[in-house]
């Protein structure tokens, strides 16, 4: 059993964790430091560049139904020209919550390959289902997303029309989140949604 050779796992830990005889320490510490530095930059900018109008609608999925049904909403063209884009409304702005939602978003790469909604007619099948998906993680955290751009305090009643004010602030009272009212704000509805209030 003695004469038995160290496994490769073994033998590259030991390698690792010897001093290098032709580099000094300050050497590996600034080569480090810079190659960290250039690699959370290149992941921050890949991750940025997944953030763009132009890469969401980069595959025909997006761009040839719900981008075209965005167009048409307030939130692409408006009285004062703010526009919000995909990321704005479906990705978080926060570091952690930025990257949890992204790895969950990467499922989107799987249906990409599997074809999993690439007609309209297939979009159309399963948008109840996608619908659904995203009204509850928007609910689940209170609209952060919409927050970020509408915010109950900033709410203004001289401002807003009174009726859509007292809506508002009945809203925040009992504990509501945008997504509760204004599902279908963006994107068109599913045929299968059913109001509540009109039930």
Not at 11 to 33: C, D, E, M, N, Q
Not at 75 to 96: E, L, Q
Not at 121 to 144: I, Q
Not at 148 to 162: L, P, R, V, W
């Amino acid at each position: 059993m003695a004469d038995e050779k160290p496994s490769a796992l073994k033998r590259l830990w030991t390698t690792l964790r010897r001093p290098s005889a032709k580099h000094s320490l300050i050497g590996l510490l600034v080569v480090g430091f810079v190659g960290g530095i250039i690699f959370w930059g290149g992941f921050n900018t890949a991750m940025e560049a997944t953030n763009t109008l132009e890469f969401c609608i980069g595959c025909h999925e997006m761009r040839d139904t719900v981008y075209q049904e965005y167009k048409k909403t307030i939130h692409y063209s408006n009285r004062t020209g703010v526009r919000a884009i995909c990321s704005d409304c479906h990705v978080p702005k926060d570091w952690t919550h930025k990257m949890i939602r992204k790895i969950q978003a990467s499922q989107e790469i799987y249906g990409k390959l599997t074809g999993f909604v690439d007609t309209p007619e297939k979009f159309e099948a399963h948008r109840m289902e996608l619908a659904t998906h995203e009204w509850e993680r928007m609910k689940s955290v209170g609209s952060r997303e919409c927050r970020n751009c509408h915010n109950f305090e900033a709410m203004s009643g001289e401002i807003q029309k009174q009726t859509v004010y007292k809506k508002h602030m009945k809203a925040k009272d009992e504990g509501q989140t945008c997504i509760d009212c204004h599902k279908g704000i963006a994107h068109h509805l599913p045929k299968e949604y059913k109001d509540p209030d009109e039930e």
